[in-house]
Nanobody, 131 residues
Framework: QVHLVESGGGSVQAGGSLRLSCAAS????????MGWFRQGPGKEREGVAS????????NYADSVKGRFTISQDKRKNTLYLEMNSLKPEDTAMYYC????????????????????????WGQGTQVTVSS
């Protein structure tokens, strides 16, 4: 069982930046896939970015490409999401997730992360972007 805790959310103006963190309670095996998802008001949860811990390959949703960066710190068992040039439409609850092994969200180039691929989830951190 993996316990994930997100932090770093908050309220910013459009054009601003935030850095989200996701701390894992246990060691995450190197062949795991980790991802960030978000759910905006009245919307379904959608994939934002994923990273395959072995090698560091990444995938992003088109809506965040060039603005968001997913990264990992293996020593700290922590996942990050650097968000720049934030827009009001980025307002959402942001969740991190992890799953062991070989899943499409991390192994298929250009595949938008799918929540169906992930086994463990955090409770989320709120990001609000005002215009």
């Amino acid at each position: 069982q993996v316990h994930l805790v997100e932090s770093g959310g908050g309220s910013v103006q459009a054009g601003g930046s935030l850095r989200l963190s996701c701390a894992a309670s246990t060691y995450i095996i190197s062949t795991a896939c980790m991802g960030w998802f978000r759910q905006g008001p009245g919307k379904e949860r959608e994939g934002v970015a994923s990273i395959y811990l072995l090698g560091g390959s990444t995938n992003y949703a088109d809506s965040v490409k060039g603005r968001f960066t997913i990264s990992q710190d293996k020593r700290k068992n922590t996942l990050y999401l650097e968000m720049n040039s934030l827009k009001p439409e980025d307002t959402a609850m942001y969740y991190c997730a992890v799953t062991p092994g070989w899943v499409r969200s991390c192994t298929v180039v250009g595949y938008v992360p799918s929540e169906a691929d992930f086994s463990y989830w955090g409770q989320g951190t709120q990001v609000t972007v005002s215009s």
